[in-house]
């Protein structure tokens, strides 16, 4: 007998009501007693382990009974002196078992409403986290785009370029403090007196636009910025220039690097 025979033929109920032979019940007494860890492991009574962890009794048929657990012996059975009684084993075996599955649903409940739970705190704490940088670069953006007295002055000289460029001519990275730009553009190309300029953003968001700007005795065209007035980014600057006919014509481009 092993254990697999022992779980597998319900040995130990049919211990408890008397239905082995007297082979069986021999053999499932002495592997208890060659067991004990496996006996107690058992879902039975402490005091019916207790009697499968003693000695066989002399001239018993069984070894631990005075007789075999069957209906016809059972009276020998209840007249032992601890008044032990397999009809009451077997029922506190049940209610044994009963507990043991409420605990076990109630600790896989219980593990389910943890693991929800965890779930839970995850997913809000993914949440927050989002908001938060959410809420970091709005208040980034919105410092960046706040008007801010300039503390110095920073003159700049710029060549334009004939065709729209793709990245920045002038790169003055993120300046802070704000500065007062003060941005010189060469014009001594030409005979034309008065410009025009265009300043948009690179997804095309227009900034502002100065007209008839007219170029000075160092054939410059001169304008003066405030650098707060950007939020970080590449700016578009686009000059034309005015002819006779009051009409605006290509002159050239530049790009402003504020990052």
Known sequence: ?????????????????????????????????????????????????????????????????EAIPSSSTRAVMEAVDDDFDPEEAREEMR?????????????????????????????????????????QVAAREQTSTQMQPPGSVQRYKAQLVKAKPERPTLALGWITPAQWLDISIDATEGKIQQF???IDKADGVRVMQIKRIMRDSNKEVRFSLNSSAFGPGDYLVKVD??????????VGWMMLGLE
């Open 196 to 198: 025009q300029i265009t």
């Open 95 to 135: 209610r044994s078992g009963s507990g043991f599955a409420v605990n076990r649903a109630l600790a896989m409940g219980l593990g389910l409403g943890l693991l929800i739970a965890a779930i839970a705190a995850v997913t809000f704490g993914l949440q927050v986290r989002s908001l938060s940088e959410q809420l």
């Open 241 to 250: 220039g005015y002819n006779w006919r009051g009409e605006t014509q290509p």
């Open 1 to 65: 007998m092993d254990r697999r025979y022992i779980e597998n033929e319900h040995v130990v109920d049919r211990y408890l009501s008397g239905d082995l032979t007297v082979r069986e019940a021999r053999e499932f007494e002495k592997f208890c007693l060659d067991n004990p860890a496996f006996l107690q492991a058992l879902p039975i009574p402490v005091r019916l382990k207790t009697r499968l962890s003693r000695r066989p009794v002399d001239g018993s048929e069984t070894g631990v009974f």
